[in-house]
């Protein structure tokens, strides 16, 4: 297996489309599977449409559900960092994904996202594993 560790700077956004590189880091490994794991515990992954609006309803979905006020037992940081720490149990930490010649086999609209709305923290690194297969 091989992994390789990807810094992201969100940049404060809430939604950072990592597909790119995902891409990147599968080309020219042949048949197999890939892995995205995001080690922290106010982030998410998910695989999502980017730019036809969804990421935009994804968004708006998570400040309805998970408000930013001081309604959480977890209540270290700013007001509502507790919404942050449930992310990860709603949305999950890793996806995995098939790969054939060398490309992941992301539907038509799929994207690989990082969702974190942790506004106290910008810089995340996300694991990127190769299995051959």
Request: a negative charge; glycine letters at 12%.
């Amino acid at each position: 297996m091989i992994t390789e560790e990807l810094r992201v700077d969100t940049g404060g956004r809430s939604l950072t489309d990592l597909t790119e590189a995902l891409v990147s880091f599968c080309a020219g490994r042949g048949d197999g599977l890939v892995h995205a794991f995001c080690p922290h515990a106010t982030a998410a992954l998910v695989l999502i449409e980017v730019g036809a609006g969804s990421d935009c309803d994804l968004a708006v979905w998570l400040e309805e559900h998970l408000p930013r006020d001081d309604r959480y037992r977890h209540r270290h940081g700013s007001v509502g960092h507790g919404a942050d720490h449930l992310l990860p149990a709603l949305l999950g930490a890793g996806v995995s994904i098939p790969v054939r010649d060398g490309r992941p086999q992301l539907g038509t609209w799929q994207s690989l996202v990082l969702i974190d709305t942790n506004r106290e923290n910008n810089r995340r690194r996300i694991l990127l594993s190769f299995l051959s297969g």
